[in-house]
């Protein structure tokens, strides 16, 4: 048990580390944020030999150890492989900033992707209106809002709940 | 392994939220003192010390250097270890190779963690891809929701399961002196905890904790000349997998993720055909409860989907034929840099007989523990009372 009946006073000092990072996403990853930003497309890359399609791509099949090969489009719909629906106000490491609970994130699988993407679920966070296997789209900011990050994905919703406008932001 | 290798002593600091008696090195040296004391031996016994935790999480790198003296490891050759959640095991790993090889006899391996002293949610977010996921970085309890909402969906679980995990942590808990969350819940207080992110409630998730684990790994000479109750390593094993495939998500997958290949690397390595029987203890990794009902499934305990079954019937139970965790596990102590470690030191006292309140009241000869984190990835070590069996 701690020491309980020491008398003398003990300090601890708050510190903030503060660490500036440039960090290079390199060719493959750059060319996918490239596409996001610039035309609104996805894209993986397929092994020539397991023949997964991985996204974000990257140079190298982990499983089979060759060099990735073709890119692959993908569609902006997938499925919603997992979710949650987050009640704790997590900083966004990226920003800073909380983001205001209660919120749904989830998983999504894009159709012909092999790989997972994370984000947020445009829903209402009720349990009743979240299944594991509902169909998701992806919804982009404006073209001239993209900066060229995951951020450029503003969130994934039901293909039904999507307005013509939303849509547009795809052409 | 070229030499056999042997458990001869451990020790491990008692676990809480604050520890603001000690700092960093001196909670280290409690953890160091205990396990020299249970082995009977002092620091010059020791060859080498190899000493671990998550890296900058107690905003210092290099803690193996400036915590030599309560290290131990002043004058002596040593090395960090630091992989994430499995980095208490890979300390093990990484010392009973060098006792194995013949290059030392007497290791000290060492694993800790001062959470109380950082921000695990800050740093931890900094373990997923800076432009590709990190936004989105929910802690620990946004990957174990997905994969618990993944779970149900799959195999029909409900809360309830999840809530019986939790109340047997806890309650087994509350047999080990060591264990930071000691709590007399039912299952209705799990299921009426504050909701963190659906599923996962307060009590479905693990502690943030301080605290330290010590072993001291010799080789078979060694063991057999100072130790009365020496525990032998029989196998360990790791397994990785790949960054941005989170394979636990998707609990139906049936890709070979690294779990259920670690799993039959290390069954294949000593025969075992049924796990459930060969091993009579478990102490596995569990950080939310749901993670513990896909160990079950993963190391092939049961048929896949029948994890919430197995704790549904209380097997698994510290009575049960296929116990998990009497310790408590993660659930009720994680102090990262020693969690892993801490399993397998735990399981090691079961098969001294030397767990006290918590020793399982069937006979224990052999044990299994896992370790998890990074991208996904494990160490499992399998123990024994048997140097051949």
């Not at chain 1, 009946?5 to 750059?30: C, H, K, N, W």
């Not at chain 2, 299952?187 to 330290?212: F, H, K, Q, T, W």
Request: aromatic share 8%.
């Amino acid at each position: 048990m701690p020491n309980e009946t020491m008398e003398q006073e003990l300090i601890d000092i708050p510190m903030t580390v503060d660490i500036p990072y440039r960090f290079a996403a390199g060719p493959y990853l750059s060319k996918f944020l490239t596409e996001l930003k610039e035309n609104g497309k996805f894209f993986g890359i397929q092994c020539p030999r397991c023949q997964r399609v991985q996204m974000p791509p990257r140079i190298v099949c982990a499983v089979c150890h060759v060099k990735n090969g073709n890119w692959v489009e993908l569609k902006p719909e997938g499925i919603l492989a997992g979710f949650t629906i987050m009640y704790l106000p997590l900083t966004d490491p990226t920003t800073g900033k909380p983001h205001q609970p209660p919120f749904v994130y989830g998983s999504v699988r894009l159709d012909g992707s092999d790989s997972v993407l994370d984000h947020f679920i445009n829903i209402e966070p009720v349990i009743d209106k979240i299944k594991v296997g509902m169909r998701m789209r992806a919804v982009l900011r404006p073209r001239k809002d993209r900066i060229g990050d995951l951020s450029d994905i503003l969130y994934f919703e039901p293909p039904a709940e999507q307005k013509k406008s939303v849509n547009e932001e795809f052409s | 392994m070229k030499r056999k290798v042997a458990i001869v002593g451990g020790g491990q600091t008692y676990h809480a939220s604050r520890r603001h008696d000690v700092n960093q090195v001196e909670m280290v040296n409690e953890a160091v003192r205990a396990a020299l004391a249970n082995a009977r031996m002092s620091i010059d016994d020791i060859d080498a010390v190899i000493l671990g935790n998550m890296e900058f999480f107690e905003g210092c790198h290099m803690t193996d250097c400036w915590m030599v003296d309560g290290s131990g490891a002043y004058g002596k050759p040593g090395l960090k270890i630091t992989t994430g959640g499995t980095v208490g095991a890979t300390i093990v790993c990484a010392g009973a190779h060098h006792v194995a090889s013949g290059l030392f006899d007497n290791v000290l391996c060492i694993g800790f963690e001062k959470q109380e002293e950082g921000d695990t949610g800050a740093i931890l977010s900094g373990v997923a891809h800076p432009l590709y996921g990190r936004s989105m970085a929910g802690a620990a309890v946004g990957y174990f929701a997905m994969m618990a909402t993944s779970y149900m969906a799959a195999w029909g679980a409900r809360e309830v399961h999840s809530a019986l995990v939790a109340v047997k942590a806890r309650q087994n808990a509350r047999k080990n002196p060591y264990a930071h969350l000691k709590l007399d819940i039912t299952v209705e207080d799990a299921l009426n905890s504050r909701m963190l992110a659906y599923p996962i409630r307060m009590l479905d998730m693990c502690p943030s904790s301080n605290g330290a684990c010590a072993l001291i790994l010799s080789d078979e000479k060694t063991a057999r000349d100072r130790c009365k109750k020496p525990v032998w390593i029989r196998a360990m094993e790791t397994a990785h997998n790949e960054q941005f495939e989170l394979d636990w998500r998707d609990v139906r997958t049936k890709r070979p993720i690294f779990s259920k290949v670690c799993a039959a690397r290390i069954y294949n390595k000593l025969g075992i055909t049924d796990p459930a029987k060969y091993f009579d203890v478990f102490e596995i990794y569990d950080p939310a409860t749901w993670a513990e009902l896909v160990w079950y499934e993963d190391l092939g305990l049961c048929a896949p989907g029948e994890g919430f079954r197995l704790i549904e019937a209380g097997k698994t139970d510290i009575g049960g034929p296929i116990p998990v965790n009497p310790s408590g596990g993660v659930l009720s102590t994680n102090c990262i840099g020693a969690s892993a470690m801490l399993r397998i030191w735990e399981a090691a006292l079961q098969i001294r007989g030397d767990a006290g309140e918590h020793q399982v009241p069937k006979k224990v000869r052999r044990a299994l523990t896992t370790a998890y984190g990074g991208t996904n990835w494990t160490v499992m070590t399998a123990l024994s009372e048997n140097p051949g069996d």
